[in-house]
């Protein structure tokens, strides 16, 4: 089965191209790209002028939910939402229940995603089995099994010499581990970011410094035991510039950010909105000022959504009790894009940021669209003006802060392994 | 005179200047009421007042409820034992079947922030905030504004020291909210693991670098109650150590202006934020706190009701 996309702005920062291309697909794969690529008259083509035609998105973080909590999302829904938010591949965490600590739960996946789901899943194990943060889990068969990376996310591993030796033995594996930086004795049962709006609100902060010392903590490590690293979500000016001096001295360090740190603050919060409320928090002016700089000069190396979907019931509560986290899948793509339309990031480095790079950093083979490299494509109308709202955003919770804004760019069309796996039909 | 346009009295940072002058105004009417050998009037008869205290009080809850009868109106007090640790219904769940029996008021405490908008849009009837966590007890500080006005005759002008655990105090943020509309100016003194970052901003508010600073010819100086166990291990050493810094007493008070009133919220730790001598000394206006609370208290039953004094 055969698939021409033609008259497309082709963009792929892996071979260095930004051109106006055609791309040929065929049994899965990338087969040439060149101008007006002549083929014959039964293969399918889509018309792409006016679009961007790039690697396939990939989000390296999110939650789906599956086993266990399958009323908030699971495998096919989650998957839904990512293709029509135009990624090709995510990898999802390991709270699920039972967690992402065994092989069976690591098979269960792949084969549901493989069976029933619309995009490709990779799995992230637990570092710590259960989550429990108290002795590792069997990295060796996780990854054997298919993740591509181990996590506690959600909380942090506390205990500095466990973590130690989790980074050194899973050098030794050579799987990465992300973690989800942290001090909870700072965060202290905050429930916002530390700052003027949590005074005024009369609601515990978290302070940045929490993050920050999490960060430094990770990055010493990684540095002492020469072993790779990836920081998830970071959401301070402090977890950036200690990145930034991290990588300048050599550290193996690798970090994310999500849509959310880039666009909102913890102004957000303000009527106690519960769809506000995430983990690390939302930050202030400074901290989204610090973020976008860290994008812009490289400190940042991709953009994940920690895609977190909950139940209305587990929002719809007195703001203490609400759950942390709120979806991503769907919205990220325009927000992102806004990035480019402010001058911070060109569109190249945009697509580097959502597909290179986080296929670089756990080595997922993608990210690219050269020749003989599995054909994981994403066709992007730039310029397309929406809005977020229920309706039109493909998961099974609705937790975002973005419902009723009007935004612009969204997937046209999201092709995985060569199947069209989502497009936007008629206008 | 003008309207009361409110539905809800959840927190003084969402009413003017003048919606706070007229609560104060018609608490200063009541009186008259609770001096009455008689004290009842009928304004609110044939009213339901639910007392929803997910916290547990003794004088809010019997300020109201008092207030609620001295206008004849049915009040029924409800405890639900419910931390958020062994939580059973909702609040949400809680409020609807509560509004199924059609009060015409529901005045809650909660230990959340914010709760009450929360419980707003769930329901039709009108919420009074008895306390939310951290963020406002209007009633407090609308009584606290009305010992004010009856020891300097004005609420403009003064300078009010507030001293003690800022950032866990609703009592706080209210009379913070409530004395800058009213043109007051605000020094606070604590130590900085109890000052919350941006107070300042909050309002005519000077944080100071000690308590010595703040109460420094003060007209008011309000005292908030500290405790062991919300301060918990890691905002000061022990109440001996918090005593000896921001402790008033005898000594220090004479700092603040001669004719200045010493306020507090109840309850008093004795010798802890303040010694006895001052709490039962001249300058202590706590009990006229208390008595006024039943005043403007029935005058924010009053006004949500939308009701006219006969």
């Known amino acids: 089965m055969s698939l021409l996309i033609k008259n497309g702005r082709l963009i792929d920062p892996s071979q260095k191209i930004d051109d106006t291309l055609d791309i040929l697909v065929e049994n899965g794969l990338i087969k040439q790209i060149g101008k007006s690529l002549q083929v014959p008259a039964d293969v399918r083509s889509i018309d792409a002028s006016g679009m961007l035609v790039v690697p396939g998105l990939i989000d390296i973080h999110v939650h789906l939910r599956d086993p266990g909590l399958e009323y908030k999302e699971d ?53 710590t089995y259960g989550l429990s943060g108290e002795r590792m889990s069997e990295m060796g068969e996780l990854k054997e099994s298919g993740c591509v990376a181990v996590s506690d996310d959600g909380k942090p591993v506390n205990n500095p010499e466990l973590m130690r030796r989790a980074l050194e033995y899973a050098r030794g594996i050579g799987i990465m581990v992300i973690s989800h930086a942290e001090d909870l004795e700072l965060v202290g049962g905050g429930v916002m970011n530390e700052g003027y709006t949590s005074t005024e609100l009369g609601l515990k902060g978290i302070p940045r410094v929490a993050e920050d010392i999490a960060t430094s903590r990770e990055i010493m490590l990684a540095e002492y035991t020469n072993s790779p690293i990836h920081i998830a979500h970071v959401s301070t000016r402090g977890a950036v510039r200690i990145i930034r001096e991290a990588k300048a001295r050599g550290v193996q360090v690798t970090c994310e950010t999500a849509p959310h740190y880039f666009t909102l603050t913890d102004d957000a919060v303000r009527g106690y909105n519960t769809n506000a409320k995430m983990n690390p928090p939302l930050r202030e002016a400074e901290d989204m000022a610090a973020i976008k700089e860290g994008l812009r000069d490289g400190t940042i190396d991709c953009i994940a959504t920690d895609h977190a979907p909950h139940h209305i019931d587990e929002k719809d509560v007195e703001f203490n009790e609400a759950m942390n986290g709120i979806i991503g899948l769907g919205t990220s793509l325009p927000l992102s894009l806004q990035l480019v339309r402010d001058g911070i990031l060109t569109i190249n480095q945009l697509v580097e940021k959502m597909s290179c790079n986080p296929s670089k950093i756990l080595n997922l083979n993608r990210g690219t669209l050269s020749p003989g490299s599995i054909a994981d494509i994403t066709i992007i109308d730039p310029d397309r003006q929406w809005e977020i709202n229920e309706g039109s955003v493909a998961s099974k919770s609705k937790n975002s802060p973005f419902l009723g804004w009007t935004v612009t760019g969204w997937a046209s069309c999201t092709i995985v392994d060569g199947n069209i796996m989502y497009q936007v039909t008629g206008n | 005179m003008a309207e009361f346009k409110h539905k809800h009295i959840i927190a003084l940072r969402d009413l003017s200047k003048e919606d706070i002058e007229m609560l104060i105004s018609t608490a200063e009417s009541m009186r008259e009421v609770n001096s009455r050998d008689i004290k009842k009037v009928p304004t609110l008869r044939g009213k339901t007042i639910i007392n929803l205290f997910y916290e547990s009080s003794t004088r809010t809850r019997t300020s109201f409820e008092i207030a609620g009868k001295r206008l004849s109106a049915d009040t029924v007090n409800i405890a639900p034992s419910n931390s958020s640790a062994t939580k059973g219904e909702t609040l949400a769940d809680t409020a609807l079947n509560l509004l199924a029996m059609k009060p015409d008021i529901i005045v809650m405490r909660h230990a959340v922030s914010g709760s009450h908008y929360f419980l707003a849009e769930k329901v039709n009837c009108s919420i009074i905030n008895a306390g939310d966590g951290a963020h406002e007890h209007p009633s407090q500080g609308l009584l606290d504004m009305l010992t004010m006005k009856d020891r300097f005759g004005r609420l403009d002008g003064l300078k009010v020291a507030i001293v003690g655990d800022i950032t866990h105090s609703r009592v706080a943020r209210s009379n913070i909210q409530g004395l800058t509309k009213l043109g007051s100016s605000i020094y606070l003194a604590g130590p900085p693991t109890m000052m919350p970052p941006g107070v300042e901003k909050l309002g005519n508010v000077t944080v100071c670098a000690n308590m010595k600073e703040a109460i420094q010819d003060a007209d008011v100086v309000m005292m908030l109650r500290i405790q062991q166990e919300r301060q918990g291990k890691t905002l000061m050493p022990n109440t001996r150590e918090y005593s000896r810094y921001f402790g008033l007493n005898p000594d220090n008070i004479k700092l603040a202006k001669p004719n200045a009133m010493v306020m507090h919220p109840g309850p008093i730790n004795r010798g802890v934020e303040m010694s006895s001598q001052v709490v039962d000394g001249d300058q202590s206006w706590i009990l006229k706190q208390v008595e006024n609370g039943v005043a403007v208290r029935m005058s924010m039953l009053y006004h949500v009701c939308g009701g006219e004094l006969e």
């Open chain 1, 75 to 127: 495998i096919v829904s989650g998957t839904k939402a990512a293709v029509s938010g135009g990624f090709t591949s995510v990898c999802c965490m390991p709270n699920t229940k039972p967690v992402i600590d065994n092989k069976a739960i690591v098979s269960y996946i792949i084969n549901k995603a493989k069976n029933e789901g619309f995009c490709n899943v990779f799995p992230v194990g637990s570092i």
